[in-house]
Antibody
């Protein structure tokens, strides 16, 4: 069955960096675009970034563009999110998610989600 | 960017009630809308895609409808296990924006 196992969260000081990981199993990881979504405490869902299956396309939300970097290593079925220059407002649970491909172009809805990684920004 | 507005932000209804949640987009997105359910402490799960297609395994109590800029998620007969927060999401073009969420509980 499809599983997305996340790691890398924790307590980080403002201005520091962190790398989140998402290890996929149960499907052909290299064939699917992958997304990152976050949820601040008590708040709604915020889409952050997408990376295409071959890494040729990467897109970010305005709120994290320039500070966050999405990457993947298809040889080890792993998705990454490098989060830099952390701010208090970046404190959230971060989720990775797979999408259902759209053969007509663009990006699809999310059918599987990781369990989430909590990032706490505190001095 | 296309804005996604969901209403109401919360609602309380009795077991067996029909519940309706609305999602509006600032531009025509055809039927490129999904609905998710999220229970406390858990990741979201997909309920509906392409505005009205029920994900296999999801109870048919959930029904999605609409196209263009106005969409609806209906729970035909609210059950205790439906207590959750529901989100709509537009997809295809980035950013893949979510609505603000609707928290549903039992009266």
């Amino acid at each position: 069955q499809v599983e997305l196992r996340q790691s890398g969260g924790g307590v980080v000081q403002p201005g520091r960096s962190l790398r989140l990981s998402c290890v996929a199993s149960g499907f052909s990881f290299r064939s699917f675009a992958m997304h990152w979504v976050r949820q601040a405490p008590g708040k709604g869902l915020e889409w952050l970034a997408v990376i295409s299956s071959d890494e040729s396309q990467k897109y970010y939300s305005d709120s994290v563009n320039g500070r966050f970097t999405v990457s993947r290593d298809n040889s080890i079925n792993t998705l990454f999110l490098e989060v830099n220059s952390l701010r208090h407002e970046d404190m959230a649970v971060y989720y990775c998610a797979t999408e259902v491909p759209r053969w007509t172009g663009g990006f699809g809805y999310f059918d599987y989600w990781g369990q989430g990684s909590l990032v706490i920004v505190s001095s | 960017d296309i804005q996604v507005t969901q209403s109401p932000s919360s609602l309380s209804a009795s077991v067996g009630d029909r519940v309706t949640i609305t999602c509006r987009t600032s531009q025509d997105i055809r039927n490129n809308l999904a609905w998710y359910q999220q229970k406390p402490g858990k990741p979201p799960t997909l309920l509906i895609f392409d505005a009205s297609a029920l994900r296999p395994g999801v109870t048919p109590r959930f029904r999605g409808s609409g196209s263009g800029t106005e969409f609806t998620l209906t729970i035909s007969s609210l059950q205790p296990e439906d207590v959750a927060t529901y989100y709509c999401q537009k997809y295809v073009s980035v950013p893949l924006t979510f609505g603000g969420g609707t928290k549903v509980d039992i009266k």
